[in-house]
């Protein structure tokens, strides 16, 4: 947070617009977090994943994005909202939330991020958190370092729902739940690295 005339305030969408365009940020919650530039392994499997995505996503109505491109997960007309993330990936399949041709406004479909080590545990829980509050329906968390994906789908209930939660280490395929005839081949994502 920064100090104004002795009172904390939180950052808003409108400040990120002013921020230098070289340095790449995310806030959650009205909180800055500066982004490291990501690994040749990081930048692999993003690749990859990428190239997985697309290439099933052909001549379909939904649309894979790769960072660096903002999400605002709670986007408000006059810029106040608080939450600008940029995931390693993202399925967007409404093509309205894309129809200022320069962010994601609302929660995409599927957002995957890629494990690096400045990413911090409380990082991770706050993320979550902003995305099952914003509906995202399908979450990945992909750690390199031991070959694991953690899936997160959305289940509606009462209320805003929950994630259902479970850990695939050393999968050689997973299915995606969003795009349905989709199996991604983690065999080649890992043998890429």
Not at 53 to 69: D, I, R, S, T
Not at 105 to 112: F, L, S
Not at 123 to 149: C, D, H, M, S
Request: aromatic share 10%; hydrophobic share 40%.
């Amino acid at each position: 947070m920064r100090e104004l005339d002795g009172e904390y305030s939180s950052y808003t969408y409108a400040d990120y617009l002013s921020w230098e365009t070289d340095k790449r940020y995310e806030i959650i919650e009205g909180e800055a977090y500066m982004m490291s530039s990501p690994s040749v392994t990081h930048q692999t499997i993003s690749r990859e994943l990428l190239l997985q995505f697309g290439n099933f996503l052909k001549a379909k109505p939904c649309e894979v994005f790769a960072a660096p491109l903002d999400v605002r997960l709670f986007p408000k007309e006059d810029n106040c909202d608080k939450t600008i993330v940029q995931p390693d990936l993202l399925v967007v399949c409404d093509s309205s939330k894309l129809a200022d041709g320069k962010s994601c406004r609302g929660a995409p479909d599927m957002v995957i991020e890629i494990l690096s080590p400045s990413n911090t545990a409380n990082l991770l829980l706050l993320k979550f958190n902003q995305y099952l509050q914003a509906g995202v329906r399908e979450y990945w968390v992909v750690v390199p370092e031991t070959r694991t994906i953690q899936a997160h789908i959305l289940e509606k209930g009462e209320g805003a729902g929950h994630y259902i939660s479970t850990v695939h280490p050393n999968a050689e395929t997973l299915d995606v739940f969003v795009l349905p005839g989709l199996a991604i081949d983690f065999t080649a994502v890992w043998g890429r690295q």
